[in-house]
């Protein structure tokens, strides 16, 4: 009786592990642009998402670099930060060397001796933007174009000496795990997965 219940036991791990892995309706691909290379492939941050949640989440889609049926282009970067380049760029200077366009000012000392603290302004979004591209056709058609940040708790401090970075006063930091997650979240509903 023992034997015929070790036997039966086997034989069902056996089966199971014959079982067909997770059927495959949509194979995509992920890729990041730095504004000078193409780098294919996830971050780990974002393997950890797909590891984590891919099977359960997004059932019937599989990660595929070589025959992708979409793409997923992503980048971060500053919205907003051309409005405040210029001004971070000044005040650095005036902070460091107390001159402002040429013009010395006369500060007694304290704007390059004291604690900033840095609120964050909703001008600024630090982001990252996603492409979906469908590969059926030729050239790719961007077919989605989306986002994934968080929002930023609260403001910085800046320390005597230091600078201050356009990211500095940006109200969000980018995700490229939310931009994922959101691009898989769209073409699971739109493809009915």
């Known amino acids: 009786m023992i034997r015929k219940s070790i036997c039966l036991s086997v034989l069902l791990l056996a089966s199971t592990s014959l079982l067909p892995a997770q059927e495959c ?11 000078k290379a193409l780098q294919v492939g996830l971050t780990p941050e974002q393997k950890k998402l797909w590891d984590h949640d891919g099977a359960k989440k997004f059932k019937a889609m599989c990660l595929d670099a070589k025959e992708p049926n979409y793409i997923i282009l992503w980048s971060d970067g500053l919205d907003g930060a051309e409005l405040t380049k210029a001004s ?7 902070k460091t060397t107390g001159e402002y366009a040429a ?3 006369d500060l007694h000392g304290s704007l390059t ?16 933007d996603y492409l979906v ?19 930023v708790p609260q403001g910085a401090a800046n320390r005597p000496g230091q600078k201050v970075n356009a ?27």
């Open 133 to 151: 591209l469908d590969t059926a056709k030729t050239p790719y058609v961007v077919v989605r174009q989306g986002q994934g940040y968080q929002d």
């Open 113 to 128: 001796a004291t604690t900033l603290h840095i609120r964050p302004t909703s001008m600024v979004r630090a982001k990252t």
């Open 167 to 193: 990211e500095d006063i940006a109200s969000t930091i980018a995700d490229p795990v939310a931009a994922l997650e959101n691009a898989l979240k769209w073409l699971k509903k739109e493809k009915k997965l």
């Open 25 to 35: 309706k949509l194979k995509f691909s992920v890729a990041y642009n730095d504004g």
């Open 103 to 105: 013009t010395t000012i």
């Open 88 to 94: 971070i760029n000044q005040f650095n200077i005036l």
